[in-house]
């Protein structure tokens, strides 16, 4: 059989890979400590799961979706969430948007206003999800540096005026995957403003707004003025409560790409089973992941001050699960990652898996790690079986 041939102008699936390395590990016996996983393995609280059970007991739930947009109960919850949480009022009848995922949401969000020949701005390093699909919808995807000096924030004003002439559509991510790093309201009004002067739109995943340590915020795009008419921003409840296979999520803001996402939608899906939609807009409502991320702040402390133990300088990220770390001199990223893996059995993800922007650095995961004893032998077993040269 012949498959389509824009199969080939996309790369394997990252994440495919890794679990072909884990099972290969767990075939050798090896006690792998996986810090390259995005799946938390952190519980969801009981509290949601019952209330998934006693809305699964509803024979309504068993239908499709009752909404246009998703749920109504999920996005007046999802409303409540938002003003409560950022002080935003939302419309949950013109401006959020059910979604089954927020990988799904963005790829759809791309097919919904990239047409062939058009350009999308993605950060490098970044995630893969606007990048492939833009290639998949004939458009053309152009990278935009997230230099350290600027805490992982671009500089738009440096990204071509040919390049954003073409370009219809911008991606943002923050909290940061893979740096770690976090925006700033000053940070959001420059994007905002570059928006409104240039006609493209904002497609800012803030899939990690609650994984945050330290008393530390992270805030929305939305609570700019005017950001409402310009941008998109998509949350995830994956990381906020561990629900990564539930597969539940929003976008939130510009009624008129909220429309356009829908409208695609409409002919890709009917929606998420309504008992997931309605036991995740009560948790929204109802509960917290403080308990969570009281053990997730474990997690990143002891692996942040047990790699400067072996001569690293890292900073503690304020938010995110990621560690983003330079690698030793002498090292490549992909070199150093498969010496972490064959002689520490430690598995990580190179950064340019992320970009070509991403080389001389490895991403560390804190989701699904274990305890912070189990760090603490990977710290070990780095220092007994890997030379560090620092100099």
């Known amino acids: 059989m012949q ?106 969000l791309v097919w919904a206003f990239i047409d062939p020949g058009d350009a999308a701005l993605v950060p490098d390093p970044g995630g893969a999800v606007v990048k492939t699909n833009t290639i998949l919808a004939g458009g053309v995807p152009h990278e935009f540096s997230l230099p350290a000096d600027r805490g992982y924030l671009p500089d738009l004003a440096a990204i071509s005026g040919d390049i954003v002439s073409q370009a219809k559509l911008i991606y943002l991510n923050y909290p940061n995957n893979p740096t770690g790093a976090v925006a700033t309201l000053d940070f959001f009004k420059q994007v905002v403003d570059f928006a409104r002067e240039t006609g493209i739109l904002v497609a800012h995943e803030c899939s990690y707004s609650e994984i945050a340590f330290d008393g530390y915020r992270p805030p929305s795009i939305l609570q700019i003025e005017g950001a409402r008419d310009v941008a998109v921003e998509i949350h995830s409840l994956s990381s906020m409560f561990n629900m990564g296979g539930w597969r539940i999520a929003f976008a939130a803001g510009s009624a008129d790409a909220i429309q356009a996402l829908n409208r695609l939608k409409s002919h890709v899906d009917r929606g998420q089973f309504g008992a997931v939609a309605l036991a995740a807009g009560w948790a929204l409502t109802h509960e917290s992941n403080n308990t969570d991320l009281a053990v997730l702040q474990g997690r990143r402390n002891a692996l942040v001050d047990g790699l400067n133990g072996l001569g690293w300088n890292l900073d503690k990220p304020k938010a995110s699960p990621y560690v983003w770390a330079p690698v030793p001199p002498g090292f490549t990223a992909s070199s150093f990652s498969e010496v972490l893996l064959t002689r520490a059995a430690i598995l990580t993800i190179p950064g340019p898996a992320f970009g070509a922007g991403g080389e001389g650095f490895v991403r560390a995961s804190i989701s699904a790690t274990g305890n912070e004893k189990q760090i603490q032998d990977a710290i070990d077993r780095i220092a007994q079986n890997i030379s560090l040269n620092w100099q």
């Open 3 to 108: 498959r389509a041939k824009r199969l080939s102008l996309i790369p394997p699936d990252l994440f495919g890979e890794i679990a072909r390395v884990k099972e290969f590990a767990a075939f050798q016996g090896q006690n792998l400590l996986d810090l390259a996983a995005e799946d938390s393995d952190l519980p969801i609280p009981q509290s949601i799961v019952s209330q998934l059970q006693a809305f699964a007991l509803d024979p309504s739930t068993h239908r499709y979706e009752a909404g246009r947009l998703g749920r109504p109960e999920f996005l007046r919850d999802v409303a409540a969430w938002f003003a409560s949480r950022f002080d935003v009022e939302l419309d949950p009848e013109t401006e959020i948007l059910e979604l089954i995922g927020a990988k799904e949401g963005l790829a759809h």
